[in-house]
């Protein structure tokens, strides 16, 4: 495996002005020579014109986070991060390699989470380029290979786990969306490694379920919530009620047999379960038929 050599170069300032001065003799040698008539000092002047047109091929500039990577007729030489104007052998190819922190927000998969249920989910991953010898030599498009097994890795985590926890303990896509990202982003940075990428974050961005079971499944959340919003109320009443008994008795304002105070606490009970206001039965007549 290829790994980045930090390479420094010289300046580029003081070349270029060897370079420009070198150019300005040349071409006042050139126009001597024609002057003068002379064939050899015009075919030493060809041959210094050559060698500075190719000269002026090792100039180039290094932009803020960016590096290039030099190679010498296909081998790998290194890689210069410094910005600025660089002077290098000529004959090196340089290939510019962005360092700066990049993202995007993966397309909307359809996949099947732990339970079978087909869901959409979609991810988003902030990365950046960290050894760019492993970006340029280890993998072919180091950016579609980023994209790619991004996505690989999101399929792979959502079939992991169910888009709902139905049992207290379990992780869930939803209900547990910090430590899902931890692992996605552990996942997708140890397929990156290789291709000299760091993951700095990986997040799901979209979470639904797909359109077919998407009905079907929010009846069931409803009912869901439903059920827990019963089970809380019916708990209050029983308090509730328990609390009025205990206060009648302890008063002594009433003395209630066990069937009238059936009574009084399934009146209670449906008073305060129930979905819309009390309509009171008042009686006008006696309290025992």
Request: net charge neutral.
């Amino acid at each position: 495996m290829q790994k980045e050599i930090v390479q420094n170069v010289e300046s580029g300032l003081g070349a270029l002005v060897l370079l420009f001065v070198g150019s300005l003799s040349t071409v006042a040698g050139f126009i001597f020579a024609v002057n003068l008539k002379s064939g050899p000092l015009g075919a030493v002047v060809s041959v210094v014109a050559v060698v500075l047109f190719i000269a002026w091929f090792g100039l180039f500039t290094v932009a803020p986070n960016e590096g290039k990577v030099l190679q010498l007729f296909g081998r790998y030489v290194g890689t210069v991060r410094q910005p600025g104007l660089k002077y290098a052998n000529p004959f090196y190819t340089k290939k510019s390699i962005s360092l700066r922190i990049r993202n995007f927000e993966s397309s909307k998969l359809k996949v099947n989470d732990h339970d079978g249920s087909p869901i959409e989910i979609a991810a988003v991953v902030v990365w950046r380029v960290v050894d760019t010898a492993e970006a340029a030599f280890e993998v072919d498009d180091y950016e579609n290979y980023v994209l790619v097994q991004s996505e690989a890795a999101l399929r792979n985590l959502a079939t992991q786990y169910q888009y709902d926890a139905h049992e207290e303990g379990k992780m869930s896509l939803r209900g547990n969306t910090q430590e899902i990202a931890e692992r996605l982003q552990g996942e997708v940075e140890a397929r990156l490694s290789k291709a000299g990428v760091n993951v700095i974050e990986a997040r799901i961005s979209h979470l639904a379920y797909a359109p077919e079971i998407a009905s079907s499944m929010l009846r069931r959340q409803q009912a869901g919530a439903v059920i827990a919003a019963r089970s809380l109320i019916v708990a209050g009443a029983v308090g509730m009620v328990e609390m009025a008994l205990a206060d009648l008795a302890k008063r002594n304002i009433i003395n209630l047999d066990p069937e009238r105070k059936a009574q009084m606490v399934s009146n209670l009970l449906v008073v305060l379960c129930s979905d819309h206001d009390a309509q009171p039965v008042i009686n006008a007549g006696t309290m025992h038929p």
